[in-house]
T-cell receptor, first 114, second 117 residues
Framework: GENVEQHPSTLSVQEGDSAVIKCTYS??????FPWYKQELGKRPQLIID?????GEKKDQRIAVTLNKTAKHFSLHITETQPEDSAVYFC?????????????FGTGTQLKVEL | NAGVMQNPRHLVRRRGQEARLRCSPM?????VYWYRQLPEEGLKFMVY????????ESGMPKERFSAEFPKEGPSILRIQQVVRGDSAAYFC???????????????FGPGTRLTVL
């Protein structure tokens, strides 16, 4: 089955700096890669996702890159703000065209310091 | 457009009792997934259901756990004879299940936090 590894487990940055979180996956058939943000005691919220036929996707301060050859994808947050502090999870899935389970990474605790 | 709803939000059970967790998907969504999150850990897939069908239950323990998504009403995750190790947050997610799309985003409910005494 799929296995997703995520690094780093904790990340501390100064407000305004960039943050990068990296994930690798094992199943070359995976074709869908979402990222979720989870604040303490809250639900995971989808913040951005990418499909395997796209190398990069951007939404305001957030971008995701995908390298299918290396089976590696990354989340980039620019101009970080205190409200970006949360746990971020990457996930991978093989979606045949109707949906499928997500395999999650172990999470990155991001702390944005003033 | 209401999001994914789960109830109860908090559930306390004594060892040996039964726990029933409910999930109502977003309007228009026909696929439901259940995930378990242990304290300070990631989300682990348990079961994937469509209306009246279990599509994938590979992440669900073979004993004491069951799930259903009836034609009418919410999806239910049932845990019989709970043990302390079942204490966790249980999240459900729903997706449109549209075969014509290349992917289907999953949106999560607020979770049920189960505590077993």
């Amino acid at each position: 089955g799929e296995n997703v590894e995520q690094h780093p487990s904790t990340l501390s940055v100064q407000e305004g700096d960039s943050a990068v979180i990296k994930c690798t996956y094992s199943d070359s058939a995976s074709n869908y890669f979402p990222w979720y943000k989870q604040e303490l005691g809250k639900r995971p919220q989808l913040i951005i996702d990418i499909r395997s036929n796209v190398g990069e996707k951007k939404d305001q301060r957030i971008a995701v890159t995908l390298n299918k050859t290396a089976k590696h994808f990354s989340l980039h947050i620019t101009e970080t703000q205190p409200e970006d502090s949360a746990v971020y999870f990457c996930a991978a899935s093989w979606d045949p065209g109707g949906g499928n389970k997500l395999t999650f990474g172990t999470g990155t605790q991001l702390k944005v310091e003033l | 457009n209401a999001g994914v709803m789960q109830n109860p939000r908090h559930l306390v059970r004594r060892r040996g009792q039964e726990a029933r967790l409910r999930c109502s998907p977003m309007k228009g969504h026909s696929h439901v997934y259940w995930y378990r999150q242990l304290p300070e850990e990631g989300l682990k897939f348990m079961v994937y259901l469509q209306k009246e069908n279990i599509i994938d239950e590979s992440g669900m323990p073979k004993e004491r756990f069951s799930a259903e998504f009836p034609k009418e009403g919410p999806s239910i995750l049932r845990i019989q004879q709970v043990v302390r190790g079942d204490s966790a947050a249980y999240f459900c997610a729903s997706s449109p299940g549209l075969a014509g799309r290349g992917y289907n985003e999953q949106f999560f409910g607020p979770g049920t936090r189960l505590t077993v005494l």
